[in-house]
C-alpha cells in the first residue's frame, strides 16, 4: 500500500469518487454521441436543450442527470474529506464512512443509469446522505475538541 495511502487515507474515497465520476460521464458520451445523431438533434443553441429533453429517450438522459448528481452533493463530501485530511483524521470509523459514502454513491448511480427506480435509488441516496452527516459531525467534533 502507498506511502500516502496510510499517512493519509481519507483520499482513497476521495479520489474513488472522482474516478467513479469520470467513468458516469464516459457513460453519458457513450449514450448520447449516438443518440444525437438518431434522433436528429439540432446543435442550434436555441433549441439544443430543448431537443434533447424532449426527443432523447429518459435511458439516454440518465447518466447525464447522475453526472450531475455527481456534481452536486458529492461536492461537500470533497470539502470534508479534505478537511478531515487537514486535521489529520484517519481513524478506521471515518475512513471507512467515507467508503460507505463512495460505495452509496456507486449504487445510486447504477440503479439510476439502469432502471432509475426512485424507490431504491432515495433509500441509497438518503443512506449516503446520512454517511455524509456522520463525517461532518466528525469534523465538527474535531474541531471543537
Known sequence: MSMHLLNKPLLG???GLN???FAMEFLLYKRRTPALKKYDISFDPEIVKQEKATKLPAFVQWPADNFNNLLEQ???FYAIVLGLTFLDVKDNRTVGLAWA???LRVVHSIV???TNNVLIRFPVFAASSL???GLT???AWKLLA
Open 137 to 139: 459531525a466528525k469534523a
Open 101 to 103: 459514502y463512495v460505495g
Open 74 to 76: 458529492p461536492t461537500q
Open 13 to 15: 474515497p476521495l479520489v
Open 112 to 114: 439510476h443509469v439502469s
Open 19 to 21: 474516478a467513479w465520476t
Open 131 to 133: 454517511a455524509l452527516v
